[in-house]
Structures are given as C-alpha cells and as structure tokens.
C-alpha cells in the first residue's frame, strides 16, 4: 500500500478530508494534476457550516484576515450587502434566527492556500502532476494509475476518495450513475473594462437572460445558449456574443481576465460509495453557484467523511460507520439542489417570471419568510436523522454544534469556545460537571474529550456530544439532569463499545 486513502484532488475539498483523515490517525496520499494551485477566482466565500469547521480546526483567524474589505466589495458588486435567492437581494442577516453564525468571505484561491498550509502541517503528502487516468477498485483495496512527467504511475491503497472536481474521472472511472438535470442557462463573467459602458443597459433582468456589470466586472447569465457545450477559456468573442444575445448590444473590452464559464446542470452521484471509492465535494454533486452553496457543502462533505474513513482504516470503526457518510450527506446535496433548480426557474426570462419573482420578493418581506430562505442557503438547518435518537430526544440532536463558550468547571472564571476543545480532531462531551452524562462516558475517554462545565451560553443546551465533523451526536438542556441511555446509544453507535477503547489518538 501506497497510502491508506489515496485522494484524488487538492481542491479545498481534498485539502480538508487529507488533513482530517491525518488528524484522525489515517495516512492519506493526495494526487492532484495541476503543477500550481489554481488562481481561478470562483467561490468568493464559505458558509457558516464550512466555516465552523474549520474554526474548529483552529483556521479562523486565517479566515477572517481580509473580511471587512470582502464584504465592502460584495455589497458593491451585488448592489446590496443582503443575501440573495435567484437575484432578488433580500435575505437580511439581521433577521435571522442565529445571526452570528455567518459564512467568510474569502476567495477561493486564498481558501486553498490556508487549507494547503493546514494539511502540510500536519505532514499530508500531495504529489502535483499527477492526473489520474485509471482505477482498478477491488475486495481489499483501489490501485490508481496517474500519468506523471514521467511516465505512468500505479499506486494503491485502501480507499480511493475522488475530490476531483464536476468532471470527476474517479466518478466516471468507479461507474457512479450520476442523474440530474440539464442546464437552462450557461453564466460567464469576467474581470473585464468596457470601451462604451454607456451603451449597456443598467444591470438586470432582460429578455434573453440577465445582465451584471459595474466598475471592472461583467457577467452574463445566458437562456439562449445552454444546450451548446462550450470547452476551453472563455475568449472575448465568446463573452461579446453572449452580451449581445442578453442585453441586445456591441461591447467592446479593452482589458479581460480571470473570465469563467459555468451553467445550473443539476446532477448527484446516486451513493457517495461504492464499496472502495468514494466521492465528496463537486465530484459528487454540481449545481448552479447561485446563493454560493458549493463549497460549504463540499468542505462538509470532508469533514463528515474523514472520521468515519480513518477509523475504518484503523479498524476502529462501529459496523455500518462508513455507510452513514452517504445517508447525512446525500440528503444535504439534494436539498442544495433543490433550492438551486428552483432560483433557476426563477430566473427564467419572461413575463411569467417577472410575476412570480415580484411575488416571492413581497413574501421575502415576511421575517418567518426571511428567515426560511437564509436557513435553506445557509445550511444550518440540516438534521441528519440518527438512528438511535428517539422522539425524547433534544431538537439540536442532529445539527450542527455552534462555537458555544463554556464555563469549565477545572478552570473557574474562564470562559473556553468549543472550537479551542475541537483542534485536535476529537469528538469533545462536554456535559454538568460530576453528572451522570460525564459518569457515563467515562469507558470512552480519552478517545472522547469529556469537558466537565458549570455553565453553557447557548439557551437550548446543558451538554452535548459532538462529533469531530461538528454533529450534535446528543445533548441535553440546562438544569435538566440528563438521561444517560441515548447518550451510551450515542458513543456506541459513533465510536465502538467502551471496552475496546478503540478510538485513542495517534496524533
Ligand atoms: C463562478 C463560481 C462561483 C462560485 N461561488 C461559490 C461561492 O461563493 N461559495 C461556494 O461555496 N461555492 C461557490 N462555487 C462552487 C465552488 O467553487 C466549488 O463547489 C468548489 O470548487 C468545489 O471544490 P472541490 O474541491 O470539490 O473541486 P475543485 O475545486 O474543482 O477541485 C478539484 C481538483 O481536482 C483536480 N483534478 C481533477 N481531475 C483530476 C485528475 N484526473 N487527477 C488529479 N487531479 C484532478 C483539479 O485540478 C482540482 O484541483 C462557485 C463556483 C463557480 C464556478
């Protein structure tokens, strides 16, 4: 064996399930065909789920550095500093169930080099030019063949994960059936000055498609070319004939870069694994950017799976452990799917969609509306559906944990955020000091970090057990004395009988 995982991909969905399957004990191998890290500005930032985890991870800082002017030039860029569902800017952050837990803005080149900086410093191994061409999956193990400079090469392992992207040559190589829908529209934009930007009309809806522009930007979202496919850079005459079919007029750029072609095809891989080859991130679903979803869901994709896949390889993993990747995961990727067809439907060109726009636009005035469409493009209101938690259990059972400061009870008058507790990759209870909740995981430690506290700043939660990926694995309210069976449920079905002991760290 090459490595226990071989990853195909060091976009920042590789990046992130590399250093999570290291942090969790696994040796992980990375193969990415691209000389360089590629400069493409496509994602200008990350949600509130993509961006707990990797504070968890102790990443936030890095996040954070260039916030403030990211946020000026988006709100510059869309018009409007409130989110947005198909282009109707009214998702205000203020209105929110949860407002603090928001996404980062950061371009996704600066992303992958924070991310390229975590996974090297936890030792990951990422070999560049190598462009995979073959797999060969079987009972005990995938080999992968690579073309490299020189020559092919044929390594193993005993997983094969493909983080390689919408075109995904691990998807089509494993035979992964991959349904959806084809696209309504092709989108490009580009960094770009316009000669005679007086003779664009303002940005916007038109009859055949919609129109964005400002100072050193344009961006098409085209109706009328989406059945044609379109390889290779985005030139000039491709951009300017698209302008024309959208707004009607003749442009002509003195200066265009960093120009990006991508349409709204719809598509989820059926599973995420079929037996040694799994998929995660763009591999295993692509929609339209709309309401910037991708990421998040890609960066949760890895941090579900690389937990589960290093105690697999380690032999550590409960029966079944590796199958719930694909059963919280593909429910996540679907609802993504689901809000980007219909923001699609809703950009139709056409005076049946001017109706149906003005109406949704007046029910976004609604707060419990409001609020409704920030949950769906946020995220935070997936609940992967365990199965132990009976109808008895807490509401948060499920969710994602938010960075909840505790009072720990070994170190009176601090204060300690949950993601301090959470940089080493384990799963962390934290739970009433001296109470039955700590009584009882006591056979799991230190696999499990137990965090004894006098006081949680979250009004819904007393304790909790979190998984490494962030999942409320189980909880229980404040000044309720918790009940310790679905927590033992918890711990078992997650992280193997007490006895073995069986997820000690490595790292
Ligand atoms: C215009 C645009 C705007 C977007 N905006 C947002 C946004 O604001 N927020 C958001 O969350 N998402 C956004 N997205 C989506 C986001 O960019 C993707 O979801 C993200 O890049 C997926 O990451 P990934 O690691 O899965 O795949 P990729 O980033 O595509 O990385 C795949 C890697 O695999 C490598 N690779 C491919 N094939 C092989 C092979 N055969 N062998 C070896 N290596 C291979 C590639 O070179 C690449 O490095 C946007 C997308 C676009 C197009």
Redesign the pocket.
Known sequence: MDADVIV???????LLLAAELRLAGAEPLV????TEP?PLR??????PLAAEALRRRGLGERLTEHQPERGAQKAREHGSAKDHFAWIHKIDPQLQEEPDRRGVLIW?PDLEAVLGEHAAGLGVAVRRR????GLSPGEDGATVT?GTPTGARRLRAAYVVG???????VRKLAGFAFPGTPPLMT?R?AHAEVADPGALPPPGRLPGGMLLHGPGGIGTFDFADAHERHEGPVTAEELRASVRRVAGVDVTFTRMDDA?R?TDQARQAATYRLGRVLL????AHVHS?NG???????LMDAVNLGWKLAAEVRGTAPDGLLDTYTAERHPAGEAVLRNTRAQSALMLPGPHTDALRDIVADLMDIPDVNRYFGRLLSGLGTRYAFPYATPEAHPLTGAHCPDVTLSVAARPGREVPLSRLTTGGRPVLFAPAGGPAVAAAAGWRPGVEVVEVTAVDHPALGGALVRPDGAVAWACAPGEPPGTALLEAALRTWFGSPSSARISRQH
Not at 8 to 14: H, L, N, R
Not at 163 to 169: K, Q
Not at 280 to 283: F, L
């Open positions: 195909v991909g060091a976009g920042p969905v590789g193969l990415e065909r691209l590629s496509r994602s200008r930032g990350i949600g996704q190598h462009t995979v061409t690579a983080c390689d992207g919408g075109r995904s040559t989108a934009q990006l991508f995660a991130g763009d591999a950017p910037g979803q991708g990421l998040n869901l890609g």
